[in-house]
């Protein structure tokens, strides 16, 4: 049985599955905590995968955003040894 975390290949890329939260807020104070999951390539940064996540809430609001808090963790949780 494969891991839905475990890196995967599609096509010729290796990609590893990560979890982000992120809080924006609009100029006019609208509020938006989304979280979700983000398939990402070998080689991509945490700072890439930031700029990538901004700029689709960016586009979506059509305004510039404030951002409260992000947080990007592999989706992966630790497995206890010796069982």
């Known amino acids: ?3 839905p975390t475990a890196p995967t290949r599609t096509g010729t890329q290796v990609m590893t599955a990560y979890h982000y ?5 609009t100029r006019d104070g609208l509020l938006n905590t ?3 999951i983000l398939d990402v390539p070998a080689g991509f940064t ?4 930031f700029g990538h996540l ?11 955003l404030a951002v409260l808090y992000f947080a990007l963790e592999p989706n992966t949780l630790a497995t206890e040894t010796g069982q």
């Open 1 to 3: 049985m494969s891991s």
């Open 21 to 25: 939260i992120t809080t924006v807020q």
């Open 34 to 36: 989304r979280d979700g």
């Open 46 to 49: 945490r700072a890439a995968c």
């Open 54 to 64: 901004l700029a689709q809430l960016t586009e979506e609001y059509r305004a510039p």
